[in-house]
C-alpha cells in the first residue's frame, strides 16, 4: 500500500503565489496522530479538523495511523484554508482510497466545509496567473472558478465538493472546464460631467487631468461641487484594458473585494478621513493591498484633506512617485501596485469661509494656518494641478438657458485621442515621465526657458513642482496638437500650480 502521496497547491504572498508541494505520509502507529508541519499558521493548522469530517461525510475512511502533512518548502509561511483539498486529497491517495493518475498535471485549491462541499479562496486569480505559468491545470472550488478563469488560457476545472474531484481524478466523472466572460460596463452608465453648472475651469482642469494622468487638488468653500465633480471624473477616463483589468482584478481578489471590482471599469476609492494608514496603504498580517492599491488604474479621492491625519497623508507620497507600495514584515517585503490618479478636496479653513466674498470666516489666522500645514510642502509639491473653486452664483445654479457645458463622452473622446499619441509617442502618460525623459524628449525654446526662471524665481517652485509644471504644459499642448509646448501652454499650466 503506497503510504507517500504528493499534490501540489500554492500560496498567498500578495502578487506572487509561489508553489507549495501538500505531501502526505501515512505510517502504522498504536497512537494515531494527525500532524502538519510546514510554517503553518492557525488557519492552516485548524485544516485537520476540517479535513477528518470532509472525508468521513464524504463516505471514505479516515485513517487512524500517524499521518504527517509537510507544506514545503517549509521556510515559506502557509494561511488560510486554500490547502484543505489537497491535503484531503493527499491522505486518500497514501491510504490507497483512490487512484489518481497524473495528479501533478494539477494544482489544487480550495478550503473544505464539513460536509465535503468546497467553498472559495482568497486570492484566487493571482493563484489562477501562477498556475498558467507553470503549464498546469487548475482545479478550484466553484465559486472561485469565475475569478480564476479570467485568465485566458488557463484550464480552470470547478468542483463543488470533494468526492466530484475524486471522481474527476479516478477518470468516472470528469470535470468540465470553466469559461467566464465578465459583463462590461459600458461609459453611459455613469453620472455625467454635464450636470455641474458652472464651474469651466474646473472642468478644464479635470480635462488636462483625465488626458495626462494628473493629479489634482480642490480647494473652496462647502457646497461649491468639490465631490460632486470628483465624482463625475471617472466618466472622462477610458475604459481599462484586458491587461489592466487583469490587474486591477488581481489587487481585489486579494483584498476579498472581488465583487466590488467591475470588469474594465476603473476603479474609484473614496476612503473616510478617519482611516487609519493601513487601510490607506495596506498591512495586517499577513498583508493585504490598502486603498492605494484598491485605486490602481484608477482614482483615489479624499474628501476633506485637511481632517486626514497627517501622518496617514504622509504614506501617500511614495505611491505618487514610483506608482506601487512596499510592505514589509518580518523576513518578507511584499510589493502592490498602486499607479492612481490622485483627486484632493479640501475647504481653505476649518469653518471652510476663507476668502469668501459672500459669508465672514469665523477663524484666526494662527488656526487657518495650522489648518493648512496639516497637508506638507513634499507632498504639495506631488500634486500636478492646484485648483481654486468659487461660489457659484444662486443665477447660475438656477437659471435653466445657461449651458452646462459639454457631456462625459465628448470630453472623453478628447482624452482617449490624446492618451493614444502619449502612449505611441512614450509608451506612457505624461505624468509617469521622468524628468530625463521630458526634457530630452521635449526640448524647451529659449523664451519658454526665461519665461520659466521667472516662475521659479516668483514662486520659488522645487525642481519637482518644476517637473511637473512642464508635464502638465506637455499635456495641453498635446489636447491642442501641437508637437512642442507653447508659451500659452506653459502660462495656463502656471495658473494651476497655487497651492492653498
Known amino acids: 500500500m503506497p503510504s507517500l502521496a ?9 502578487f506572487n503565489a509561489p508553489l507549495v508541494s501538500v505531501e502526505a505520509h501515512i505510517s502504522n502507529s498504536t497512537l494515531p496522530r494527525f500532524s502538519i508541519v510546514g510554517l503553518p499558521e492557525t488557519a492552516v493548522k485548524e485544516s485537520k479538523d476540517r479535513v477528518h469530517s470532509a472525508i468521513i461525510n464524504s463516505r471514505f475512511f479516515f485513517p487512524y495511523d500517524r499521518i504527517t502533512i509537510n507544506l514545503a518548502p517549509a521556510d515559506v509561511p502557509k494561511e488560510g484554508g486554500r490547502f484543505d483539498l489537497a491535503i484531503a486529497l493527499s491522505i486518500l491517495i497514501a491510504s ?15 478550503e473544505l466545509a464539513l460536509s465535503g462541499e468546497l467553498r472559495r479562496i482568497q486570492g484566487a486569480l493571482p493563484f489562477a496567473l501562477a498556475t498558467q505559468q507553470a503549464g498546469k491545470k487548475l482545479i478550484i ?5 469565475d475569478e480564476a478563469a479570467l485568465h485566458p488560457g488557463l484550464t480552470v476545472l470547478p468542483a463543488n465538493n470533494l468526492l466530484e474531484v475524486c471522481a474527476h481524478l479516478q477518470k468516472q466523472t470528469f470535470l468540465i472546464p470553466h469559461t467566464f466572460t465578465p459583463a462590461t460596463l459600458t461609459q453611459d452608465d455613469e453620472t455625467d460631467l454635464s450636470d455641474v453648472k458652472g464651474h469651466f475651469q474646473a472642468k478644464r482642469a479635470l480635462e488636462i487631468a483625465a488626458a495626462g494622468g494628473h493629479s489634482v487638488l480642490m480647494v473652496g468653500p462647502p457646497g461649491t461641487g468639490k465631490t460632486m465633480l470628483a465624482q463625475r471624473f471617472p466618466g472622462l477616463l477610458p475604459l481599462l484594458t484586458h491587461e489592466e483589468a487583469l490587474e486591477v482584478a488581481a489587487i481585489y481578489s486579494l483584498s476579498r473585494q472581488a465583487a466590488s471590482f467591475h470588469w474594465r471599469k476603473r476603479p474609484f476609492r473614496m476612503p473616510h478621513h478617519t482611516a487609519s494608514y493601513v487601510a490607506l496603504v495596506g498591512g495586517n498580517n499577513p498583508p493585504i493591498p490598502g486603498e492605494v492599491s484598491l485605486a490602481h488604474q484608477g482614482i483615489l479621492f479624499l474628501d476633506e484633506l485637511g481632517e486626514f491625519n497627517a501622518k496617514t497623508l504622509e504614506t501617500l507620497r511614495e505611491p505618487l512617485e514610483n506608482g506601487c507600495i512596499n510592505i514589509a514584515r518580518a523576513g518578507n517585503t511584499l510589493h502592490f501596485p498602486a499607479r ?22 469665523k477663524c484666526t489666522p494662527d488656526k487657518i494656518k495650522r489648518y493648512q500645514t496639516r497637508i506638507s510642502g513634499p507632498l504639495l509639491d506631488r500634486i500636478d494641478i492646484h485648483l481654486t473653486l468659487p461660489r457659484p452664483s444662486p443665477h447660475t445654479l438656477l437659471d435653466e438657458t445657461i449651458a452646462s457645458g459639454e457631456s462625459s463622452k465628448a470630453i472623453r473622446d478628447r482624452v482617449e485621442k490624446t492618451q493614444q499619441m502619449q502612449w505611441t509617442r512614450q509608451k506612457k502618460l505624461n505624468s509617469q515621465l521622468s524628468s530625463h525623459e521630458l526634457l530630452s524628449q521635449h526640448p524647451l525654446s529659449n523664451a519658454l526657458k526665461q519665461r520659466l526662471n521667472m516662475a521659479i524665481t516668483r514662486f520659488h517652485f522645487s525642481p519637482r513642482s518644476y517637473c511637473r509644471l512642464l508635464k502638465v504644459a506637455r499635456t495641453l499642448a498635446d489636447l491642442a496638437g501641437s508637437p512642442e509646448i507653447q508659451l500659452d501652454h506653459l502660462e495656463e499650466s502656471l495658473s494651476f500650480r497655487h497651492s492653498p
Not at 472550488?141 to 472558478?145: E, G, H, K, N, T
Request: charged share 20%; proline share 4%.
Open 340 to 361: 492612481f490618479q490622485l483627486l484632493a478636496a479640501m475647504n481653505p479653513c476649518p469653518c471652510g469661509y476663507a476668502n469668501d466674498h459672500e459669508i465672514a470666516c
Open 141 to 145: 472550488s466553484r465559486d472561485s472558478a
Open 6 to 14: 504528493i499534490l501540489h497547491s500554492r500560496s498567498f504572498q500578495g
Open 96 to 110: 490507497n482510497q483512490i487512484k489518481a493518475e497524473n495528479v501533478t498535471d494539477y494544482e489544487f485549491a480550495g
